[in-house]
């Protein structure tokens, strides 16, 4: 079991910048996937940001251009750089992993507690 603590959250104004960091409690080396998402009030969980193992990314587009994912394995964390925040970025952000694992490639899933972030107009 790995435990994922997201923190870096907080209230900043529009056009400001924030950096998300998620530590884990165990290597990340191996994680086939590893991402960020967020859920707004009243609104669904929704992808913003996913790493893959191979270093491919992929990127809401209501925020491409605007946000970095990264991961640094041997701190054995994930980042998200948000530049140009706007309102809409308001929300809780999730941290997820994924990885295979196993001779039966079994998948594991695994979340952090989630982070605030506000962003004033």
């Known amino acids: 079991q790995v435990q994922l603590v997201e923190s870096g959250g907080g209230l900043v104004q529009a056009g400001g910048s924030l950096r998300l960091s998620c530590a884990a409690s165990a290597s990340i080396v191996n994680m086939n996937t590893m991402g960020w998402y967020r859920q707004a009030p009243e609104k669904q969980r929704e992808l913003v940001a996913l790493?893959?193992?191979?270093?491919?990314?992929n990127y809401a587009d209501s925020v491409k251009g605007r946000f970095t994912v990264s991961r640094d394995n041997a701190k054995n964390t994930l980042y998200l750089q948000m530049d140009s925040l706007k309102s809409e970025d308001t929300a809780v952000y999730y941290c997820?992993?994924?990885?295979?694992?196993?001779?039966?490639?079994?998948?594991?899933?695994?979340w952090g507690q989630g982070t605030p972030v506000t962003i004033s107009s």
């Open positions: 997820n992993a994924v990885e295979y694992s196993g001779w039966s490639r079994a998948r594991h899933e695994y």
């Open positions: 790493l893959t193992s191979g270093g491919v990314t």
